[in-house]
């Protein structure tokens, strides 16, 4: 008997929409300060426009997992799309920060049903067993290549048109990924059990489960820091980080001001964690996820001690960048992968959305502070170590975790 193959259309269509969605989404810390240049506005504002889309993508990721599920998977990515390439043209008029801050509600929600939540889930069904680990790290992965070129790609165009052009451009962007959806065809995988149990039951049962309220709490740290470092870095190296040297190595890539090595940054991690991520599918076939969980959230917290602690120059911008990345999205298909172990396929999409609820309320919490923080103290410093704080707490919430299915999950299995 043949093997399944890895690589499927609808993979290839996953990996489409999440690259191409995480480049838009990933850039929006390159607008910081260019937004707040125009209208004069306080840094809090523009970060709190972010954390609300961050907040409004955590909140949509359950209803758009649960809309998936009821009515099909390229029906929720379809609204999703569009409410996203909506959200950015009416963003791009938005002239106060109440304007842009109502307006990111739509574009979260717009993330929400074109990202993780119900990508991964219709990847995760469709991937063979054996497969569906490494599946999901390359899916995720796809996400990390758009962070690698969304940021610079953002900076060059701001250097030719408004940021309010680029908003219209990367609206585009998304409404032309959404041709990919003819390939994103998900049968139906899931014992006849598990399709006569009702969406309500099986949440009431995993938020009932011990392990699936720590996987939901530990995962409030990774949507912190993420969140943080992607509104907040570019302004925090431009201001902070010494002028790159003019005739130096960064100088030869053409990162000539603080301002390109902060898009860079982002690019960076956004690069490193295209290796990160299909490692952490590779290893979560082999190893213990919640071990393997744990050691990303460590590994995380003594990158951002040791970066804050030491003097910020060019060199430790991108070398911390590159560790970073390593770890970035790393967590996505181990924790992804986690919920499917334990509680099976059928309702994944709504399962996973609510652990990335917890996700997002971190994202919020970490843009807003960072821009809050910032105003009344100047800096990011506090708000930094309070990430490592948090890392720190996901480390060790992870070892508890019971790693096997659930016992209900496994009667409806051999049923």
């Known amino acids: 008997m043949a093997k399944a193959p890895l690589v499927t259309p609808v993979l290839i269509a996953g990996c489409i929409l999440l690259m191409l969605g995480f480049a838009v989404r990933a850039s929006f810390g390159v607008f910081q300060i260019p937004i707040a240049a125009e209208f004069g506005w306080a840094r809090s504002e523009f970060s709190l426009a972010i954390a609300i889309q961050n907040l409004a993508w955590g909140i949509g990721q359950p209803l758009f997992g649960a809309l998936a599920e009821r009515f099909g998977d390229r029906r929720a990515i379809l609204a999703g799309g569009v409410m996203y390439a909506v959200g950015l043209v009416l963003s791009a008029f938005a002239t106060t920060p109440f304007a842009m801050q109502s307006l990111e509600v739509l574009v979260g929600f717009g993330i929400a049903g074109t990202g993780f939540g119900v990508v991964l889930a219709v990847v995760g069904r469709t991937a063979a067993p054996e497969h569906r680990s490494m599946a999901l790290g390359i899916a995720t992965a796809a996400g990390s290549a758009g962070q690698v070129f969304g940021p610079p790609v953002a900076e060059l165009l701001l250097g030719f048109v408004p940021w309010q052009g680029v908003f219209l451009i990367f609206a585009a962007v998304i409404l032309l990924s959404l041709l990919a959806l003819p390939l994103l065809r998900s049968p139906g995988v899931a014992t006849r059990a598990e399709l006569e149990e009702s969406l309500g039951t099986v949440l009431v049962r995993a938020f009932r489960d011990p392990s699936y309220l720590l996987i939901f709490v530990g995962f409030f740290s990774c949507g912190y820091q993420l969140a943080f470092i992607t509104a907040h870095f570019p302004a925090m190296v431009t201001e902070l980080c010494g002028t790159p040297d003019p005739g130096g190595l960064l100088a030869g890539l053409g990162i000539t ?124 410093t506090l708000v930094w170590w309070i990430g490592i704080g948090v890392g720190a707490f996901s480390a060790i919430v992870h070892l508890p975790v019971r790693e096997r299915p659930h016992p209900a999950t496994t009667a409806a299995a051999a049923a």
């Open 257 to 380: 001001t603080t301002s390109a090595l902060g898009a860079v940054a982002i690019g960076v991690i956004g690069l490193a964690n295209i290796v990160g991520t299909l490692t952490a599918g590779w290893l979560g076939k082999r190893h213990t996820r919640k071990y393997l969980l744990a050691a990303i959230y460590a590994g995380r917290t003594l990158a951002s001690a040791a970066f804050i602690l030491l003097p910020i120059t060019p060199a430790s911008v991108l070398l911390f960048s590159l560790v970073m990345g390593a770890l970035w999205l790393a967590t996505v298909p181990l924790t992804s992968g986690l919920v499917a172990h334990i509680y099976g396929l059928r309702y994944m999409g709504t399962l996973y959305g609510f652990v990335f609820l917890s996700h997002q309320i971190g994202g919020f919490l970490g843009a807003w502070l960072g821009g809050r923080m910032y105003d009344l103290t100047g800096d990011y």
